[in-house]
């Protein structure tokens, strides 16, 4: 450094026209920065150190600083700093900042700052910020920020922030924010967020957000959010929500980390969720009558888990139950039916103790099994196991009695028998009430009783009826006579029971009034035919598609819980269709509401994304037009002297206005400058520099 020391007086000065131009500065921009815009250039060309004037046609306000910048411009107003920069334009307004920036340019309002950047580019109103951004664009309205942003650009209003965002991309409207994303993007309004998020994409209007989300798609509307979510896929309208998530049919949405949805319109809900294939059921027999089942062609399906990875499904609103309704069902409508079917076995069991109590003879019923055990009817000495033989044998000893009365014409019309001691016969004639007449061995005692009686006919073996019977008490140890009234009511008692039983077990069961016996019934219950109303009853109960189980998955038939499992063919999943929408915070949701919340989810997500990268393109367009406003003021070049300067510039779309003063010291060698820009975004800027000569 030169051992000039600058007087005091003069530091002083400096001081208080520092000072005064900072007051100044803020006094004239502070309007200027609410300006709608800023405009006014000189009609002449303006060169800076280093640069050439070459061959310049009808242009005027051209600007070029820098070695060789500006070299074979066509147009006006167009501004080149750097080396080699703005060679090769034709157009107006355009602007390059930066080494080997702006060249080979042809439209209007491009902007490109950062070396190497914005060359090749034919369009207006393209920008680029950083090296090599914004290179080889064939287009309008196209933004790169970031290093070897925005190159290999065909179309209008394409976006990219991020290093190496937005590359090879031949459509317009799409946007890029990330690193490495939005490569290889041939379509339209195409969105990915995301480091190396939406690239080898080929269709329109596809979303991705996420760390390599939404790459080598092929397709329009899909949405991918999640880090490698959305990806390899043919497909429309797909919604992938969560790390790895996948929906690779169209229609298909799959929400949560590894969730797959593989088949059109499928929905896979929940972590490691995946869907299979439809399983149509058109219906089943069941106790030998057939059934057609609503919702026997399902279009999709639903899973909320994986095979050995099941979920329950809690909450669940009681479904209508019809023979057309396809609602679900939840455990409160299922312990229902499950009372229901305990209640008619109930009734079962005390029916079956009934008619064995009225069979009697040891007849027992089995509650378990419902089996009855046969009674043992003992007549003559001989055992009967059913009511029918019983009869026919009771019966048979009856015509055997009428046999054995004996004609009453000469013999009493009852008579004693008593082999070993022969009495007095026959005392009295037929009809006068008399006692029957003496025997020798085997020959009938007509006074004396015995414990033998015979009815004589009108010839021998010729039966006799007797009528005018009383009822006998009918006990377990009675000896009285029976009349016919009485059998008759015992044989309707026990048809009435047997039809009863058989109207109640039902299945086919057939009460056979000449042999007392009822037919097995025959339950089909999910496929399995059986002919006991217990086994109906348990295989009901644990071959049932909604199954109870306790909160470690294993199955509890006979206890309700609060935990349901939906049991398909094969123990595969369930599909749950015509699911109303949700109210409630703990109600199931259907398909409907999932894509009406995300699609309107990602709608603002979209809105508030482009709204934030314009803001941005403006606010940046606004500093760099206060860059150039600040850079265009001349300066002091007198010993002693001092300058008041103002700049003007604009760049795409924005404008800025710069006021700046310069002071050269008495001895020429120092030199103080202060300069201050307002743009028409609203943003200020203020600079100070020294400088000293030798």
């Known amino acids: 450094m030169s051992d000039v020391q600058t007087p005091s007086h003069l530091r002083q000065r400096h001081s208080l026209q520092r000072s005064s131009l900072y007051l100044s500065l803020l006094a004239v921009l502070s309007p200027l920065a609410q300006a709608d815009s800023v405009s006014g250039f000189g009609t002449d060309n303006t060169y800076g150190a280093g640069a050439v004037d070459p061959e310049i046609t009808s242009?005027?306000?051209?600007?070029?600083?820098?070695?060789?910048?500006?070299?074979?411009?066509?147009?006006?107003?167009?501004?080149t700093v750097?080396?080699?920069?703005?060679?090769?334009?034709?157009?107006?307004?355009?602007?390059?900042?930066?080494?080997?920036?702006?060249?080979?340019?042809?439209?209007?309002?491009?902007?490109?700052?950062?070396?190497?950047?914005?060359?090749?580019?034919?369009?207006?109103?393209?920008?680029?910020?950083?090296?090599?951004?914004?290179?080889t664009v064939n287009g309008m309205g196209n933004s790169g920020l970031g290093a070897n942003a925005g190159q290999n650009i065909t179309g209008n209003f394409n976006s990219g922030a991020g290093n190496n965002a937005s590359n090879r991309v031949n459509g317009s409207f799409n946007s890029a924010n990330g690193a490495f994303s939005g490569w290889n993007v041939t379509g339209d309004t195409n969105t990915a967020t995301g480091a190396h998020a939406g690239k080898q994409v080929n269709g329109s209007s596809n979303f991705a957000a996420g760390f390599s989300a939404g790459n080598n798609v092929s397709g329009d509307n899909n949405i991918a959010i999640g880090r490698t979510s959305g990806s390899k896929i043919s497909a429309n309208d797909t919604v992938a929500i969560g790390t790895d998530a996948s929906a690779t049919a169209s229609d298909a949405v799959a929400l949560g980390n590894r969730a797959s949805a593989i088949n059109h319109n499928d929905v896979a809900l929940g972590a490691g969720s995946q869907t299979a294939a439809a399983q149509p059921t058109a219906g089943a027999v069941i106790d030998g009558n057939a059934y057609i089942y609503a919702g026997s062609k399902p279009a999709s399906v639903v899973s909320v888990g994986a095979q050995d990875a099941e979920r329950q499904i809690s909450n669940v609103a009681a479904g209508r139950v019809t023979g057309t309704s396809t609602d679900a069902i939840n455990g409160s409508q299922l312990f229902a039916t499950h009372r229901a079917v305990n209640l008619v076995g109930s009734r079962l069991n005390s029916l079956g103790g009934d008619i064995a109590n009225y069979f009697g003879a040891g007849a027992v019923y089995n509650p378990f099994t419902g089996n009855m055990s046969a009674p043992s009817y003992l007549i003559q000495g001989s055992n009967y196991n059913n009511v029918g033989d019983a009869f026919k044998a009771v019966n048979t000893t009856l015509t055997s009695l009428d046999t054995r009365i004996t004609d009453l014409?000469?013999?009493?019309?009852?008579?004693?028998?008593?082999?070993?001691?022969?009495?007095?016969?026959?005392?009295?004639?037929?009809?006068?009430?008399?006692?029957?007449?003496?025997?020798?061995?085997?020959?009938?005692?007509?006074?004396?009783?015995?414990?033998?009686?015979?009815?004589?006919?009108?010839?021998p073996g010729q039966p006799v009826s007797l009528h005018n019977v009383q009822d006998g008490v009918v006990a377990r140890n009675s000896k009285d006579a029976v009349n016919g009234g009485q059998l008759q009511q015992t044989r309707q008692h026990l048809h009435n029971q047997g039809n009863s039983v058989t109207n109640t077990l039902g299945a086919g069961s057939r009460y056979d009034a000449n042999t007392g016996k009822v037919s097995n019934p025959t339950y089909t219950v999910y496929g399995n035919n059986t002919s006991n109303v217990g086994e109906a009853i348990d295989k009901l109960q644990t071959g049932a598609p909604v199954q109870y189980s306790d909160a470690h998955g294993v199955a509890t038939p006979d206890v309700p819980s609060n935990d349901v499992t939906l049991s398909g063919r094969n123990s595969g999943p369930v599909a749950v269709h015509n699911v109303a929408p949700g109210i409630q915070g703990t109600d199931a949701v259907n398909v409907n509401q999932l894509h009406s919340a995300i699609r309107g989810g990602t709608q603002g997500q979209f809105d508030q994304i482009r709204s934030d990268v314009n803001n941005l393109r403006k606010d940046a367009m606004g500093a760099a037009a206060g860059a150039m406003a600040m850079a265009s003021m001349p300066q002091a070049y007198l010993p002693g002297r001092s300058m008041l300067a103002s700049g003007m510039a604009?760049?795409?779309?924005?404008?800025?206005?710069?006021?700046?003063?310069?002071?050269?010291?008495?001895?020429?060698?120092?030199?103080?400058?202060?300069?201050?820009?307002?743009?028409?975004?609203?943003?200020?800027?203020?600079?100070?520099?020294?400088?000293f000569h030798w």
């Open 59 to 79: 242009n005027s306000g051209n600007s070029a600083y820098g070695f060789n910048a500006g070299a074979k411009v066509t147009g006006k107003h167009n501004t």
């Open 650 to 691: 604009t760049t795409g779309g924005e404008a800025s206005m710069a006021v700046g003063l310069s002071t050269l010291s008495d001895n020429g060698k120092w030199v103080f400058k202060a300069n201050g820009s307002a743009d028409t975004r609203g943003q200020m800027g203020v600079g100070v520099g020294a400088g």
């Open 409 to 459: 014409r000469d013999k009493s019309p009852v008579q004693y028998s008593n082999p070993q001691t022969p009495t007095q016969a026959n005392p009295y004639a037929p009809g006068s009430g008399g006692a029957g007449g003496s025997s020798s061995a085997g020959s009938v005692n007509g006074i004396t009783p015995t414990q033998d009686v015979t009815l004589v006919g009108n010839a």
């Open 82 to 135: 750097g080396s080699n920069a703005g060679v090769n334009v034709e157009g107006s307004f355009n602007s390059a900042v930066g080494r080997n920036a702006g060249s080979n340019v042809v439209g209007d309002n491009n902007t490109y700052a950062g070396n190497d950047s914005g060359n090749g580019v034919k369009g207006r109103g393209n920008t680029g910020f950083g090296i090599n951004a914004g290179r």
